[in-house]
């Protein structure tokens, strides 16, 4: 399914008008928030979130996030909390995902929970992606625009390359600032860290005045889309590297010899930012593997560590 003519959208007023409107008309349109692309869809409309899973490959068991673009929108689709609460007003527009009780009332299709009780919720603060969803008025399912189990995209080039063909359209809206997917917090039970990413586990556990629960590999389904391959370029990854062998090129952190480096002065933020779009370049090569560096496990490290984790993973 590689038929469509895919519209690329500048960021301003006529194109929400018209991004608006294809989602209303049940289209898909890609849009940038600013932790990774997403690929947007009515939330409200069955056919429309089922082409989201056709056009990514995606398992129909794997739940996806809405986007809202205010806690008063976000409200009326969840039961909210006082740790929902206390949350949203420290992080949210941000990278942050809360997973509540799904109300009844929602009106959402049900492939958007795959069938859970709870949903997993947004508002994200890239002014492109909040100036779209209040043009559309309605809340929005979004993946990571990339084809399923591939590296999440970073810019329109990256959505273009990975679903051209395949969606309505996708609004340009330039890089991405974080870099990396909303970190995913549950509080339907005790606080649990379903997902590091962009907002450090360190920040959400000074607002919430307690640690959280994090989520294990022994316990999968609690994630459902957490799996074991994933963000995988077509070159094999191997981690921890001092130095590159003969058939690789090397991703660096630090002080190190290396073909592309996410952050020469080992800053965690900038080698967020520069994570996928680095793996897209170095993929692009044609090399047979990428070797990386390590890469220090505390803040934004720990969501680039189980990115990096995933991409170097066995795959099926
Ligand atoms: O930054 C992000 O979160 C990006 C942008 C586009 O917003 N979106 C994103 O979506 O990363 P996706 O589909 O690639 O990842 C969504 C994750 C999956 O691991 C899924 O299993 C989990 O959220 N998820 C969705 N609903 C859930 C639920 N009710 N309970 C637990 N996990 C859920
Ligand atoms: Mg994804």
Request: aromatic share 4%; net charge negative.
């Given at each position: 399914m590689n038929d469509l003519t895919t519209e690329v959208l500048s960021p301003d007023a006529a194109s929400f008008t018209r991004a608006a409107a294809l989602w209303a008309d049940g289209g898909l349109v890609a849009l940038p928030t600013e932790t990774v692309y997403g690929l947007g869809?009515?939330?409200?409309?069955d056919l429309a979130v089922a082409r989201i899973f056709e056009a990514k490959g995606r398992p129909h068991f794997n739940p996806l996030i809405v986007h809202v673009v205010s806690v008063e929108h976000a409200r009326t689709l969840v039961i909210w909390n006082d740790l929902a609460d206390r949350l949203a007003s420290a992080f949210?527009?941000?990278?942050l995902t809360l997973v509540l009780p799904i109300r009844?009332?929602?009106?959402?299709?049900p492939l958007v929970t795959a069938g859970l009780r709870s949903l997993a919720i947004r508002m994200p603060a890239n002014d492109t992606a909040r100036g779209l969803l209040q043009t559309f008025g309605g809340p929005i399912a979004a993946p990571s625009?990339?084809?399923?189990?591939k590296i999440s995209p970073t810019s329109a080039e990256h959505v273009m390359a990975g679903l051209g063909g395949r969606i309505e359209a996708v609004v340009d809206g330039?890089?991405?600032?974080?870099g990396l997917e909303s970190t995913i917090v549950g509080?339907?039970?005790?606080?649990?860290?379903?997902r590091p990413g962009g907002l450090p586990k360190e920040a959400l556990e000074s607002a919430l005045g307690q640690p959280l629960a994090q989520h294990t590999a022994?316990?999968?389904?609690?994630?459902?889309?957490?799996?074991?391959?994933?963000?995988?370029?077509?070159a094999k990854v191997r981690l921890n590297a001092t130095q590159k062998e003969p058939d690789e090129v090397m991703l660096g952190f630090g002080n190190v010899d290396c073909?592309?480096?996410?952050?020469e002065a080992g800053d965690l933020r900038e080698a967020a930012a520069n994570l996928f779009h680095h793996l897209h370049a170095l993929d692009a090569t044609g090399a047979k593997g990428i070797a990386v560096a390590p890469v220090p496990n505390h803040g934004l490290g720990a969501a680039i560590n189980d990115r990096l984790q995933r991409a170097a993973a066995p795959r099926d």
């Open positions: 869809a009515d939330a409200r409309n949210w527009p941000g990278p009844d009332q929602a009106g959402l299709s625009a990339n084809p399923s189990g330039g890089t991405c600032d974080v509080l339907t039970d005790t606080p649990i860290l379903l022994a316990d999968p389904l609690v994630a459902p889309g957490q799996m074991t391959s994933h963000y995988a370029p077509g073909d592309l480096n996410l952050s």
